[in-house]
């Protein structure tokens, strides 16, 4: 069991910045891959980035916000971040972290799947004004 905590969502000017910590629980969160997923109203649930477990942790990020956002682990602290610079009314949406065991596809592929996580947090709503 893996138990998910999202803070550091809120309110933002267009072109501010973010941080998105993810607090996780159980022994298993140094073996899972972690992702960031996003929802704005109406819209389906999006990928943002997934990072995998190893020490030389692999990246990847939807291409809506390559270059801006980075997503990292820290181990030691059980936290997943996010951090979002260069902030677009676009990225307005709550925010919220996910876990799943490694596989063998490409990390791009999460993105695209999200009901493929097995772990979900609560979210944290990141809004961002013109």
């Known amino acids: 069991q893996v138990q998910l905590v999202e803070s550091g969502g809120g309110s933002v000017q267009a072109g501010g910045s973010l941080t998105l910590s993810c607090a996780a629980s159980?022994?298993?969160?140094?073996?899972?891959?972690m992702a960031w997923f996003r929802q704005a109203p109406g819209k389906e649930r999006e990928g943002v980035a997934v990072?995998?477990?190893?020490?030389?942790?692999?990246?990847t990020y939807a291409d809506s916000v390559k270059g801006r956002f980075t997503i990292s682990r820290d181990n030691a602290r059980n936290t997943l971040y996010l951090q979002m610079n260069s902030l677009k009314p676009e990225d307005t949406a709550m925010y919220y972290c996910?876990?799943?065991?490694?596989?063998?596809?490409?990390?791009?592929?999460?993105?695209?799947?999200?009901?493929?996580?097995?772990?979900w947090g609560q979210g944290t709503l990141v809004t961002v004004s013109s």
């Open positions: 990072i995998s477990s190893s020490a030389g942790a692999i990246t």
């Open positions: 996910a876990a799943r065991p490694p596989w063998t596809g490409p990390l791009s592929q999460w993105l695209l799947r999200p009901a493929e996580s097995s772990y």
């Open positions: 159980g022994d298993t969160y140094r073996s899972y891959y």
